[in-house]
């Protein structure tokens, strides 16, 4: 069974930072591309970053040059993170981590964590 249990929300004032973590066990085939995504009140779920198992990245338009992503495929327990700097309210959501061979268009039917809330203020 897969379990993807994130950690490293919290509250912070805008212009800050937080790092979010993703550790994602059990039986997980570890070249699966992981993600981050996000859901803010009243909007749908949006896409963040991407990573494949080879490190390469893909970014929302509305963070690249703040966040960045990262992943380690050497521990036993496979890991994604989350940088983010210079934050925004705008940035204030619900952050998921996911597993998935689609991982820019994944399914409910692919792995999900159970989410991690951020919230910035002004």
């Known amino acids: 069974q897969v379990q993807l249990v994130e950690s490293g929300g919290g509250l912070v004032q805008a212009g800050g930072s937080l790092r979010l973590s993703c550790a994602c066990s059990?039986?997980?085939?570890?070249?699966?591309?992981l993600g981050w995504f996000r859901q803010a009140p009243g909007k749908q779920r949006e896409l963040v970053a991407t990573?494949?198992?080879?490190?390469?990245?893909?970014?929302a338009d509305s963070v690249k040059g703040r966040f960045t992503i990262s992943r380690d495929n050497a521990k036993n327990t496979l890991y994604v993170y989350l940088q983010m700097n210079s934050l925004k309210p705008e940035d204030t959501a619900v952050y998921y981590c996911?597993?998935?061979?689609?991982?820019?268009?994944?399914?409910?039917?692919?792995?999900w964590g159970q989410g991690t809330q951020v919230t910035v203020s002004s």
């Open positions: 996911a597993a998935s061979w689609n991982i820019r268009s994944p399914s409910v039917n692919d792995y």
């Open positions: 059990g039986n997980i085939f570890r070249p699966i591309p």
């Open positions: 990573i494949s198992s080879g490190g390469f990245t893909n970014y």
